[in-house]
């Protein structure tokens, strides 16, 4: 096995929480840009995203001598030893409904109305990836998306408002979190569940099996 590099570039706990889930050895460089999506497609946009974060991070880089490593750690590279491939790992995750794109709710009463729309129907969740593999002065994308489809149980008035004060929807695409208190409000899953709560590790696994890259 090629040694080997692997930084997330995302905060998210989820997904930090999913790779230490796996046992990989990561850093953490959270990309700080802004989002900024150009398709309505959310296939692509999820693509065009994690391709965003992943980019800006491996450019920004060498203004980085140290990071976080996957238990908060601040680490650093010694100097004059490089690793034989650095990956970075860009994702990002939206809620699609009907043709129209669900992020994270701007508020409490956004936050309901995504439920309300949810409600009593299935719905799509869309994990873009882009993994950046930089290797003795060139690079390599892998690139692709994760489809799971997500059916809710019918909700009342009463437990969208419940769920809401919790506070749990405030960050989450679509105002739920499967892997937290929203577990109650879905009633079933097609596809995968990882991919739901931020991100596919085991479509990641073999995507860069395919890149001849083994990290596992």
Known sequence: MANYRLILASASPRRKELLQQIGVSFEVIPSKGE???TSSQP???V???????AAEVAQDLGRHPACSDSVGRQISQPDGVAPQITLVLGADTLVAYAG?????PKDKEDAKAMLRMLSGSTHSVFTGVTLLVLEDGKEMKVSFYEETKVTM???SEQQIAAYVETGEPMDKAGAYGIQGRGAVLVQGIQGDYNNVVGLPVARINQ???KSGIEIF
């Not at 693509?47 to 974060?53: A, G, V, W």
């Not at 129209?100 to 994270?104: D, N, P, S």
Request: aromatic share 12%.
């Open 35 to 37: 989002e900024n999506i």
């Open 47 to 53: 693509q065009e995203l994690s391709f965003q974060k």
């Open 153 to 155: 149980y019918s909700l």
């Open 207 to 209: 995507e860069l099996i």
């Open 100 to 104: 129209r794109i669900l992020g994270k």
């Open 43 to 45: 296939f692509q946009a």
